[in-house]
């Protein structure tokens, strides 16, 4: 497969690894995917068993990833939302796909649709994680050791230290047992907080490392946009925990969900969150 021409090429970056060049190569080569289907206008939309939306473009994007890692990695799990590569890899590494985190919003053209794309060490921990938005073209990445990026430049998140006048991203309901998100929005508005919900995960956490936003919240048990994400705040400067304030632990199989942030209002969401 020939890559395609993208904005970003010829930026510098640095390189920590082949798999790192090779997770970017992918996540713009989707990109450009999707760019091209939403173009013609043709792509088709499912329903699946838990209500929530998938279109072809998801498939061909799932697609289009898992056979560039297999065929660069073969020996490598591939965790994707559409389809995955699950059987035994002797390797011990994982690599997590969210081919679109955020159809409805895809659906909708509202522009925080994203591509997730990360690889994991054999204790569950991520390597890289990248996030592209292929409609506002930015891509974020973030590797162990590096500073986040936005499009080659580094990135750092907000100093704001208190609730009011916060920016807090929502996407999905709290499957935890923690306060519902009626509650959770009503105890942050109160405080003068302003709570938004593009129905896109990963949209909300990358805002967060571009300090565009204060706060977001990852309820989902499964770790597609998760693992994308981690490293993206937290070498941003940010704070990432599960939504009871542990550390998120291996995010290759079910997770607690996430909450991310400046840091400065962590403790602040998390109270917000307590039944």
């Known amino acids: 497969m020939t890559t395609p021409t993208h904005p970003h090429e010829g930026i510098e970056r640095e390189r920590p690894g082949q798999d790192f060049e090779l997770g ?13 289907m939403l173009a013609k206008g043709d792509h088709t939309t499912e329903w699946k068993p838990d209500n929530t939306p998938v279109t072809s473009i ?6 289009l990833v898992l056979e560039g890692v297999q065929a660069k990695y073969p020996n490598d ?27 409805q ?3 909708q ?7 997730c794309l990360a690889r994991l060490d054999t204790e569950g921990r991520p390597l890289f994680g990248i996030v592209y938005n ?13 500073n986040t990026a936005l499009n080659g430049q580094d990135i750092h998140v907000s100093d704001r230290d208190k609730i009011k006048g916060a920016a807090i991203f929502m996407g999905s309901r709290m499957h935890h047992d ?11 508005e109160t405080q003068g907080g302003k709570v938004h919900n593009p129905r896109a995960l990963a949209f909300g956490c990358t805002q967060v490392a571009a300090g565009r936003a204060d706060g977001a919240l990852i309820g989902m048990k499964t770790p597609f946009e998760a693992a994308a994400v981690e490293l993206i705040v937290t070498n941003a400067g940010g704070t990432v925990t599960d939504v009871y304030g542990n ?7 079910d997770i607690q969900g996430l909450v991310v942030s400046n840091g400065l209002i962590h403790e602040s969401l998390l109270e917000a969150l307590k039944k």
């Open 24 to 36: 970017q190569s992918l996540v713009m080569q989707a990109g450009e995917l999707v760019r091209g």
């Open 58 to 63: 998801d498939i061909a994007v799932n697609e």
């Open 77 to 103: 799990r591939i965790y994707g939302e559409e389809q995955s590569s699950d059987a035994d890899r002797p390797s011990g590494f994982t690599w997590i796909l969210d081919p679109i985190d955020g159809t």
């Open 105 to 107: 919003a895809l659906e």
């Open 109 to 115: 053209r509202v522009p925080a649709f994203t591509v």
């Open 134 to 146: 292929p409609v506002l073209d930015e891509l974020y990445t973030a590797a162990r050791g590096q």
């Open 178 to 188: 923690v306060a519902s998100n009626g509650t959770f929005y009503d105890r942050i």
């Open 247 to 253: 550390p998120p632990g291996r995010l290759d199989g």
